[in-house]
């Protein structure tokens, strides 16, 4: 059917989007209350809601908003490496390991052998947990900034946001994405990935383009104790530490004094949401295996990564 579109020009009969149906059409008015319909200029087709969406979706459009993410030489090498990681690890089981403090009574022996991505300073529990995820998700720029020293030096790769670069320097460990301030899950992630409040939600998307078939969450608690003076705050807002973390799996994460920035968990939540809607659209699947987390939007497989029992 023929979609009607009220334009500054004609009212626009389209036949189907972009189809070989024949050429875009407008209604004109023959005089004595007849009308017919004729082919549209090129102006008016590119003028029309189509038209104008076709060109925000163009390549020349994208390189124009973003010239540094199109033409610089650093970036151009971390979309090739996209390119190259593309269903590199098709029908995996992964794990996307968060920092939340249930990591500290989490079996690893269950994760060696699988590929992983660990997010933010999980580099702080590297030796103690005695795991080097394949790669660490890290896009927001306050934490960039704060860890940039320990992120430029990780025995892995870096995914992060080209926004957030500079602090980083010229570190040879990075892959950068274009991150967007967005909710929509994206299954191709070359031109940008939605951050959905959360880099738990970049590396989902992450996961999804190398080809993972099954992911396992760990250490993704999803529940914050805040300070009196946080209580009170928006989310995303910035505030300095008072006492000493309990919200991560170590102390050091956050220490007393250092700047955080507060979490969004209703955002993250829809976010995920839509995350678990394309997984399970592609056959794939997310499940939950945190120690005592408390996400209820993924199945729960806490069971086969219990935490560690005392020996009786």
Not at 126 to 137: K, M, R, V, Y
Not at 166 to 195: E, K, Q, S
Request: glycine letters at 10%.
């Amino acid at each position: 059917m023929p979609r009607l579109y009220a334009g500054s020009l004609s009212w626009l009969f389209l036949f189907g989007d972009h189809s070989p149906a024949g050429p875009a059409k407008r209604l004109v008015s023959c005089g004595n209350g007849m009308r017919k319909v004729v082919p549209m200029s090129r102006l008016e087709r590119l003028l029309s809601p189509v038209g104008l969406g076709g060109i925000a979706r163009s390549h020349t459009y994208r390189a124009l908003r973003d010239p540094s993410w199109t033409f610089s030489p650093r970036a151009l090498a971390s979309r090739r490496t996209l390119r190259d990681l593309h269903n590199s690890q098709a029908g995996a089981h992964g794990f996307i390991i968060g920092t939340g403090p249930s990591l500290k009574g989490t079996d690893f022996s269950q994760v060696r052998g699988h590929p992983c991505i660990g997010l933010n300073r999980l580099f702080l529990g590297f030796e103690d947990f005695g795991i080097t995820p394949d790669f660490l998700a890290c896009v927001n720029p306050a934490m960039i900034e704060q860890s940039a020293e320990h992120l430029g030096k990780l025995p892995c790769t870096l995914v992060t946001s080209w926004a957030a670069r500079a602090p980083l320097g010229g570190a040879d460990n990075a892959l950068f994405l274009r991150t967007l301030d967005a909710r929509d899950f994206r299954t191709c992630i070359m031109d940008a990935v939605a951050t959905g409040g959360t880099v738990t939600y970049v590396a989902m998307q992450f996961a999804y383009w190398l080809g993972w078939s099954k992911v396992t969450l760990l250490g993704i608690d999803h529940s914050y104790d805040y300070e009196t003076h946080e209580a009170r705050l928006s989310p995303h807002t910035p505030v300095q530490r008072r006492a000493d973390d309990t919200n991560h799996f170590t102390s050091d994460y956050f220490p007393k004094g250092d700047v955080w920035q507060l979490p969004d968990l209703k955002q993250s939540e829809e976010a995920y949401h839509n995350a678990r809607k394309a997984y399970e659209a592609a056959g794939r699947q997310i499940v939950d295996g945190t120690v005592g987390g408390q996400l209820t939007v993924f199945p729960k497989r806490s069971e086969a990564y219990a935490a560690l029992q005392p020996a009786t």
